[in-house]
């Protein structure tokens, strides 16, 4: 993918991002900067100055050298590797969202996995602040739930309505174990916990049949996902379930629940060695 050209103001803006000092611990510390720098072999012309000035001076002088932003995006996908997460998950998070912001002007975006994809081009910084905004006034508007509201934080909206929704549905099994008092994942925790015979969660009262259909809509809705791990693995029977949790949106943590569930039922089995094994179909109700 050919990455779009930055104009001296976004280059400033993505020093500014990650050199930043009004918040603690929110941009890079000055030996990141440095050995992060020598990582992507750039020079670091200016060391004794304001970060952020170091930043757009080492980035500059790259693009002066080469004539291309590379090294610029070189930078960020190095110091936005999820790796360099692992320490400081707040930080490295703030900072990619914020990156985000300046990149959605250009029409890209750096996700999670520390990898640039392609969205759609905000035109203005008012389309920018909208698309951070319009979805959660339109939430608040349709009295969404706020345990759904928390997670559509500016910061995620910033990046596209998609992710918004992404993080309140990664949120769901969280909410029920902290209600409910499980610690099983995916289906098993929905099946278990909004068991019409013995809920730990109701939805209603569950005194006639159709409060009852209410209550296992909620299951029926989470089954739907299986039915969706079905359809992946029916295409190709060999996907891993890394492979299968990127291409569904999920955490590793929650295919394991979904290929639990569907083994569990008799559904699914895993045949071969470990290095030519594959997943295969046996049966759906």
Not at 46 to 54: I, L, M, N, P, S
């Amino acid at each position: 993918m050919a990455l779009p050209q930055l104009t001296p103001n976004q280059i400033e803006q993505i020093a500014r991002i990650m050199g930043d000092t009004d918040g603690y611990e929110r941009g890079l510390k000055g030996y990141e900067i440095g050995h992060n720098l020598a990582q992507c072999h750039m020079d670091d012309p200016d060391q004794g100055v304001t970060k952020w000035k170091r930043l757009y001076n080492a980035f500059c002088k790259a693009v002066n050298s080469s004539g291309s932003m590379n090294a610029i995006y070189q930078f960020m996908q190095y110091c936005m590797n999820p790796a360099q997460g692992l320490q400081n998950p707040k930080r490295y998070n703030w900072m990619r969202l914020e990156l985000n912001m300046v990149l959605m002007i250009v029409g890209i975006e750096i996700r999670d996995d520390g990898h640039f994809y392609l969205i759609s081009q905000a035109q203005s910084l008012g389309e920018v602040q909208r698309r951070t905004k319009e979805l959660r006034d339109k939430l608040t508007g349709y009295g969404v739930h706020p345990e759904v509201l928390k997670c559509c934080r500016d910061e995620l909206l910033a990046q596209d309505y998609f992710h918004a929704v992404q993080e309140a549905a990664k949120s769901l099994c969280d909410h029920v174990r902290t209600m409910s008092g499980l610690t099983m994942d995916g289906a098993a925790l929905f099946n278990t916990a909004f068991a019409v015979s013995n809920p730990y969660n109701a939805y209603n009262s569950l005194r006639t049949s159709s409060e009852q259909n209410q209550q296992n809509g909620l299951i029926d809705e989470v089954s739907e996902r299986e039915y969706e791990v079905l359809k992946l693995l029916n295409e190709n029977p060999g996907y891993t379930t890394v492979q299968l949790a990127e291409k569904m949106f999920v955490t590793r943590k929650t295919i394991s629940a979904y290929i639990k569930s569907l083994k569990e039922k008799d559904i699914i089995e895993r045949i071969g060695s470990d290095r030519k094994d594959h997943w295969k179909i046996k049966s759906v109700d």
